[in-house]
């Protein structure tokens, strides 16, 4: 039995033809670290890209929900003496408050 002329020679001979090629296989491991190892890989880039589109949806339900309550804040201005005797049973002096509630 012959020992291998370098210790990888079996491996080599075991790696199908186009990755015998070196510069094949140096263009191949060269693709792997862009697309899984390196820092701004594609795997990377694909991430952010889901967390920017999440977050710009958020964006977008926060603003709905910002004009929401300003129209609310805006109706409550208008209605305030409405919402107090509502709310909080007030009453102007010398005025009976009745509380009617309904059986919803």
Do not use: C
């Not at 210790?7 to 090629?21: D, E, G, V």
């Not at 991430?47 to 910002?66: F, H, P, S």
């Amino acid at each position: 039995m012959a020992l291998p002329t370098y210790p990888w020679q079996s491996l080599w001979q075991k790696l199908p033809a186009p990755l015998q090629n070196r510069y094949y296989l140096t263009l191949v491991v060269f693709f792997f670290i862009l697309v899984f190892l390196d820092r701004n890989s594609l795997w990377t880039q694909f991430r952010l890209y889901r967390a920017k589109a999440r977050l710009e949806n958020d964006k977008t339900y926060y603003q709905q929900k910002i004009k929401d309550a300003q129209a609310e804040a805006e109706v409550f201005e208008q209605t305030k003496e409405k919402y107090a005797r509502e709310h909080y049973y007030m009453k102007k002096d010398g005025e009976d408050v009745f509380i009617i509630r309904s059986s919803e």
